[in-house]
């Protein structure tokens, strides 16, 4: 069973100033954490949604420890306040679960990228270890993954499965399409290697900026990782999901 992490991030923190630059941000690390995990058995569940909240005030605290003894409707009506949630309260439904995590969001806006980036990880990581461990998930799997992330420094680049190095005509060359998955754009890149695979030439080809295109920069970037590439003749050509050029490069000798 795998988990597709376009599905999976949601933040309803209703006074968020900037909801859009941290909706993005979480996309940026799932794209890491998730793209990690083809074919992990999460039993019947195949979509994760993460919902973060600001940190309770003092005054709210107190109220979740009754929580689990309120009648259904009081329950639900604390609920969907958004006020009241507990760290890591589980909706389970159908196939799909929906897990609620507290977050400092102050704190996350004043970080440079590389730290907005550990903080959302760290986030991601513990609620599904969480889950793990309430699920009886493989917890190894979530740790290795977590572990070659902070490894990578986490960064979210390399080359697509589907748009892997394909030799020129001639064989002498190589090329490639190169991405790197920031917290506010994603970059798109031609590669040209020699047959040993010695780097000739990179050059950036595509970029989708995602305050420019706030709704729809998932779906773009989709589009460019399920697509293709080819050599007609000496140019290297990459075409998206829909069959639209997006990028032809001649290699420079």
Not at 35 to 63: C, M, P, T, W
Not at 86 to 103: K, P
Not at 219 to 230: E, N, S
């Amino acid at each position: 069973m795998s988990i597709r992490y376009r599905d999976c991030v949601s933040s309803n923190y209703n006074k968020l100033t900037n909801k859009i630059q941290f909706n993005t941000s979480v996309y940026c690390v799932l794209s890491f954490y998730f793209g990690k995990l083809k074919n992990y058995d999460a039993g019947s569940f195949d979509k994760i949604r993460f919902e973060f909240h600001q940190n309770l005030k003092e005054k709210h605290k107190a109220v979740l420890t009754h929580f689990r003894d309120l009648l259904p409707e009081e329950r639900k009506k604390l609920v969907e306040s958004g006020d009241y949630l507990y760290q890591n309260y589980i909706d389970d439904i159908t196939n799909t679960l929906f897990i609620h995590r507290r977050f400092d969001f102050e704190n996350w806006f004043e970080q440079d990228k590389v730290n907005k980036k550990r903080l959302i990880g760290k986030e991601v990581h513990n609620a599904m270890l969480y889950l793990a461990d309430n699920y009886g998930w493989n917890k190894h799997i979530l740790i290795d993954i977590y572990q070659s992330y902070i490894e990578a420094n986490y960064e979210t680049n390399g080359i697509p499965k589907k748009l892997k190095a394909k030799s020129s005509p001639n064989r002498k060359y190589k090329a490639a399409i190169y991405v790197e998955y920031d917290i506010d754009e994603f970059r798109v890149y031609n590669i040209f290697y020699k047959k040993n695979g010695d780097e000739i030439d990179k050059n950036l080809i595509y970029t989708i900026d995602f305050n420019k295109y706030p709704y729809d920069f998932t779906d773009m970037i989709f589009d460019i990782l399920k697509g293709k590439t080819k050599w007609e003749k000496d140019e290297f050509v990459l075409y998206d999901k829909s069959g639209k050029e997006l990028s032809r490069k001649k290699l420079a000798l």
